[in-house]
């Protein structure tokens, strides 16, 4: 017979490479946050030399530009909007504050739904990926390449490519919720399960209120005395 709490008895709190959700949700977060720092400091870049990013069209055919105005202005609200996200994750998981964590939870979730419609697009319109290759530039790496394999065996790699994305980020969701669980029922539940061996389980009240219902403790006894 064992006392165990009840959060643990039906999540792991070990995740990749043995350590525990926690530690892992805070290398998660910072790993984002140093993807989405790298990513701010191109649109930076972007923003104070916008010709760099101004393709000819011998290119690409006419003249395009890879960023206007508005769209890079989008772009740098959503990457600070991610930078902001990652460290309330990270300080979230590190000082155990499970709210914090939320907001990151449901971007996961979000980017996870926007690969599954793209793996449903390409599963029902498998002539959208040819179609998308012929519109890229002639100068694209591997184009060619590209376009002599088989339509068929094209979907399928893409396919399979996307669903190990999809698995992985799936898994990583898994971590961060059962850290959110983890703090969540450390903060607030202080009731513990009794084990017996038969499998029957029986809640025992926190202590205070054991000892509202039964009066106040007993004194001990008083001390022995030889005669």
């Known amino acids: 017979m064992k006392m165990v709490a009840p959060w643990t008895r039906f999540y792991s709190h070990s995740c990749c490479l043995c350590c525990h959700v926690r530690t892992g949700t805070i290398l998660l977060g910072v790993w984002y946050l140093i993807i989405n720092a790298v990513v701010l400091l191109i649109l930076l870049s972007a923003l104070a030399d916008p010709d760099q990013y101004r393709f000819s069209g011998s290119e690409l055919g006419g003249e395009f ?3 206007d105005d508005a769209n890079m202005c989008i772009a740098l609200a ?22 914090w964590i939320i907001p990151f939870f ?12 793209v793996a449903i697009t390409v599963l029902v319109y498998p002539n959208s990926i040819q179609e998308y290759i012929r519109q890229l530039p002639p100068s694209f790496p591997y ?3 590209i376009m002599s394999v088989n339509p068929t065996c094209l979907v399928l790699i893409i396919l399979l ?3 190990i994305i999809l698995t992985f980020k799936g898994y990583l969701i898994s ?11 450390r ?6 399960v ?11 009240p926190p202590y205070d209120d054991a000892t509202a219902v039964t009066g106040t403790a007993k004194e001990p006894p008083p001390p022995y005395v030889s005669a």
């Open 65 to 67: 530009e890879f960023m």
């Open 78 to 99: 959503i990457s600070l909007l991610m930078i902001l996200i990652c460290a309330m994750a990270t300080y979230g998981a590190y000082k155990q504050h499970a709210a």
């Open 106 to 117: 449901c971007y996961q979730i979000f980017d996870f739904a926007l690969n599954t419609l």
């Open 143 to 145: 184009r060619d390449d």
């Open 161 to 163: 490519f996307i669903g």
């Open 175 to 185: 971590c961060v919720w059962s850290c959110y669980r983890y703090i969540n029922g």
């Open 187 to 192: 903060g607030s539940s202080d009731v513990l």
């Open 194 to 204: 009794y084990v017996t061996s038969n499998d029957t389980t029986v809640l025992l």
